[in-house]
Nanobody, 126 residues
Framework: QVQLVESGGGLVQAGGSLRLSCAAS????????MGWFRQAPGKEREFVAA????????YYADSVKGRFTISRDNAKNTVYLQMNSPKPEDTAVYYC???????????????????WGQGTQVTVSS
């Protein structure tokens, strides 16, 4: 079992920066691939970024590539999403997710993940 708690959301101006954190419980955090998703009102949950168990491989949605960075600190059981130059269309509830997987691949569909946080609201003002 893994419990995930996101933090760091809030209101940010377009072009600013914001860092989201996701703290995980459990001793085997390094055995989990992690992902960030987001969901805007009236829209489906969409993939944002993913990172493999070691942090050596990262993957991004085209819409955030070059602006967002996913990283993890296995010693702190935490995964991060650094959001640089956010845009109003990035406004959503952001969720982190975990799946027990120690390969080098990644997962971009919500159904692939077993554990989810409660979400944190990010609002980007223009």
């Amino acid at each position: 079992q893994v419990q995930l708690v996101e933090s760091g959301g809030g209101l940010v101006q377009a072009g600013g920066s914001l860092r989201l954190s996701c703290a995980a419980s459990g001793r085997t955090f390094s055995s989990y691939a992690m992902g960030w998703f987001r969901q805007a009102p009236g829209k489906e949950r969409e993939f944002v970024a993913a990172i493999n168990w070691s942090g050596g491989s990262t993957y991004y949605a085209d819409s955030v590539k070059g602006r967002f960075t996913i990283s993890r600190d296995n010693a702190k059981n935490t995964v991060y999403l650094q959001m640089n130059s956010p845009k109003p269309e990035d406004t959503a509830v952001y969720y982190c997710a975990a799946v027990y997987y120690s390969g080098s691949g990644y997962f971009r569909t919500p159904q692939s993940y077993d554990y989810w946080g409660q979400g944190t609201q990010v609002t980007v003002s223009s």
